[in-house]
């Protein structure tokens, strides 16, 4: 298992300091936050982009994230622009995803509507991002508002869109503030989950849960060592990554939390039966 860190985890630190920081406490590979990465690209090149990567030992393995891509009306030009944008940024610095993400349900609409509009989005988008030989990974969120919720209903739209490069991310606190099942896991193809974000969350009633009560793994309630066990059972051995939107983790020396979060996920994983790099 590939283990990474994302730069939501240190959300005041800049692209560099992610950087400097994965790097100078043994991750091997990054995902970029999309803010910081536009950021640094005001005042530099993608040349220097990519040797910010090279230089530090650091493979970029996503931009996370475009933000509600589906039932755009109007504004669906923008998403499109967006990802062919950061396809071209990816195929640059050798990133080869994109996280992409679940709009607000509509009023009225059915899940029929819902995955309709996924797979037709996914499918335009996904032919942007293949001329660029980019992946997309499609996130669920936990929400109650979100019209991609759980794990199952990700999968469902993943597997009947049935394209060569798109696939989904697993992330541990969307799926326990979703109520996503533990069985679900075993329903998935493991070379459909691109990314498996590992964090944990305070024990609040799940509806209540926002990023903000996110925690370092092994912290919280969210029962991951389960999740971990039938990520196994199905041969998951792909991209793991930890992501926290935690403010109070922001004030934090991004090198210290970088570290702490490692040692935290390293254990888990470790108890889980998985061999990391």
């Known amino acids: 298992m590939l283990l990474g860190f994302n730069g939501a985890t240190t959300m005041r630190a800049t692209l560099e300091q992610d ?7 043994g991750f091997k590979a990054l ?6 990465m536009n950021h640094y690209l005001q005042a530099h090149s993608l040349d220097d ?12 393995v ?9 039932f755009k009306g109007d504004d669906y030009g923008e998403i499109r622009e967006q990802c ?44 942007i991002a293949a001329a660029h030989k980019v992946k997309l990974a499609y996130e669920f969120l936990g929400q109650p508002d979100c019209s991609v919720s759980t ?16 696939g989904l991310v697993l992330d541990t606190f969307h799926f326990y503030a979703g109520g996503s099942t533990l069985n679900s896991i075993l329903q998935v193809d493991p070379q459909k989950v691109y990314i498996f974000h590992i964090n944990d969350a305070e024990d609040k009633p ?4 926002t990023d903000a009560h996110r925690l370092l793994p092994g912290e919280g309630v969210i029962p991951l060592l389960d999740i971990l066990g039938n990520l196994r059972t ?35 994983l470790t108890r889980a039966g998985f061999q990391v790099a």
Request: aromatic share 6%.
């Open 19 to 25: 950087v400097k920081a994965a790097s100078r406490t």
């Open 31 to 36: 995902e970029i936050w999309a803010g910081k």
């Open 49 to 60: 982009l990519r040797a910010l990567f090279t230089s530090n030992g650091i493979q970029p």
């Open 62 to 70: 996503s931009i996370n994230s475009i933000e509600h891509i589906t």
């Open 84 to 127: 062919r944008r950061y396809s071209e940024i990816a195929e640059a610095v050798g990133c080869d995803k994109i996280v992409v993400v679940p709009s607000p349900t509509p009023p009225g609409a059915t899940w029929a509507d819902i995955k309709r509009e996924s797979i037709r989005v996914l499918g335009d988008l996904a032919e």
């Open 151 to 166: 794990l199952a209903q990700c999968w469902e739209i993943v597997r009947e869109a049935d394209l060569p490069n798109v």
């Open 206 to 209: 799940r509806a209540t849960l």
């Open 234 to 268: 199905i041969g998951f051995d792909g991209l793991c990554s930890i992501e926290l939107f935690r403010p109070a983790y922001w004030k934090r020396d991004a090198r210290e939390l970088a570290s702490d979060a490692r040692a935290k996920t390293l254990a888990l």
